[in-house]
């Protein structure tokens, strides 16, 4: 079922000049350390989200003083299960089923907003808007949506759980060491290919997200949105 994914994975490899060196998914391994809440207490909100900031890597200390400016973090942010769940249930967002972010009646599109602010670490609204005009449009709000669309509406953790803009951010708006080729590419399988999947059960691949010409730069070639 991985074989596209894997070809795909080792022609990567070869730009990369990493050839040779993926080995085949881990499924067990994989299976083992599965994000997803499976293992959280009963799905109640106070339960499920402590464990889900007992599973929170230290690192995300570390990354939180880099959170100013443009520094990447010194590691990238591996998937982990959304704490927001229960917050969105609250407004009436069932992640399984929901529109795009500008589809959403007004009222609700309004509650989601601190989450995003949260899941992102923003100390402001101003993470994304501008100073008293939440109307005027953004980069910030651009790629927001797009990244609703693209990720959260139409991905799930490898056993069917739902994703929330938390399951990659996990506070932070730098996921992504860049600077290690090697070790991003490695990331990208272990988290983003594997460890993730498609809710139409299609086979998740590098191009799911890059694209069949696996363009890696997502948000300003494929989403045009530019720097
Ligand atoms: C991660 C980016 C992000 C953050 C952070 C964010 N917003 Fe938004 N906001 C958006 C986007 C994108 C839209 C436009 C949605 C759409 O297309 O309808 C929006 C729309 C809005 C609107 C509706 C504007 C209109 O068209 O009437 C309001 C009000 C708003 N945001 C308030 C807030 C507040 C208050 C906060 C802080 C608690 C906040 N936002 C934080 C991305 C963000
Ligand atoms: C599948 C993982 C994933 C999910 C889910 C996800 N993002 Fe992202 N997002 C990324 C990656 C990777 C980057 C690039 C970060 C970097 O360069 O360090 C990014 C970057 C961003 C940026 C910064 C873009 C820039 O160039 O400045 C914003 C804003 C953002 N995401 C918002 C969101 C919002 C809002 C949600 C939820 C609606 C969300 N993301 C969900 C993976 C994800
Ligand atoms: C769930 C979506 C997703 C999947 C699947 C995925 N990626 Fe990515 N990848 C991203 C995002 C988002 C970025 C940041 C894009 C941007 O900055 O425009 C990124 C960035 C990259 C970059 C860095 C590009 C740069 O210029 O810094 C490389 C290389 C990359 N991915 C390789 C891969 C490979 C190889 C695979 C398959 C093993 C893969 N990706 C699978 C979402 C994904």
Redesign the pocket.
């Known amino acids: 079922m991985k074989h596209a994914a894997l070809a795909l994975a080792l022609w990567m490899g070869a730009f990369a000049g990493a050839c040779g060196s993926t080995t085949p998914p881990p499924e067990t391994a994989a299976d083992k350390d599965d994000f997803d809440g499976e293992s959280l207490p009963g799905g109640d909100a106070a339960g499920g989200s402590e464990s889900a900031k007992a599973q929170k890597p230290a690192k995300a200390e570390q990354t939180a003083a880099a959170d100013e400016g443009d520094e ?2 010194a590691k990238s942010t591996p ?1 982990q299960a959304t704490k927001f769940e229960a917050d969105l249930k609250k407004i009436g967002i069932n992640l399984k089923k929901i529109p795009p ?1 500008e589809k959403l009646p007004s009222a609700q599109k309004k509650k989601v907003m601190p989450l ?1 602010q949260k ?2 670490g923003y100390d402001t609204c101003e ?2 808007h501008v100073e008293g005009d939440f109307k005027k449009e953004t ?2 709000m651009k ?2 949506r797009e ?2 669309r693209h ?2 509406v139409p ?1 799930r953790s490898e056993s069917g759980g739902t ?3 938390d ?3 996990a506070g932070d ?4 060491n ?1 600077k290690d080729k090697k070790a991003l590419q490695a990331f990208m399988e272990e988290e ?1 290919q594997y460890k ?1 999947a498609r809710a139409d059960k299609e086979d998740m691949e590098c191009g799911t ?1 890059h694209g069949d010409a696996m363009e890696t730069k997502i ?1 300003e070639k494929l989403w045009n949105i530019p ?1």
């Open positions: 990447m973090p998937v972010l995003l899941a992102l993470g994304c980069r910030d790629v927001a990244m609703w990720f959260v991905l994703l929330f803009c399951s990659c951010h708006e730098h996921v992504l860049r983003y993730l997200c948000i720097k």
